[in-house]
């Protein structure tokens, strides 16, 4: 199993910056896609990016030219860089693992204020 853990979340004004970060543990070589998605109260969960092995990413249309994927594989982390926050991408994010298993992480908040 995979096991992980974020960090990083917290308050910013809009058009501020923040960056995420998850850390993988277990049976990491399972791995292949990680990703960030997020959820808003009242939201249904959303992909925000995700990153395969070989460095592949694609990004949700909302957050495209603001927010960056990147991923360590020697170190097992991934970590978003979210830049020019607004209030909209205000909800908790999760991170995922998908290889062997589909593993999530507990979450972050991240909040936004106008």
């Known amino acids: 199993q995979v096991q992980l853990v974020e960090s990083g979340g917290g308050s910013v004004q809009a058009g501020g910056s923040l960056r995420l970060s998850c850390e993988a543990s277990g049976t990491i070589f399972s791995i292949n896609t990680m990703a960030w998605y997020r959820q808003a109260p009242g939201e249904q969960r959303e992909l925000v990016a995700r990153i395969t092995r070989g460095g592949s990413t694609d990004y949700a249309d909302s957050v495209k030219g603001r927010f960056t994927i990147s991923r360590d594989n020697a170190k097992n982390t991934i970590t978003l860089q979210m830049n020019s926050l607004k209030p909209e991408d205000t909800a908790v994010y999760y991170c995922?693992?998908?290889?062997?298993?589909?593993?999530w992480g507990r979450g972050t908040q991240v909040t936004v204020s106008s």
């Open positions: 995922n693992a998908v290889g062997n298993s589909n593993s």
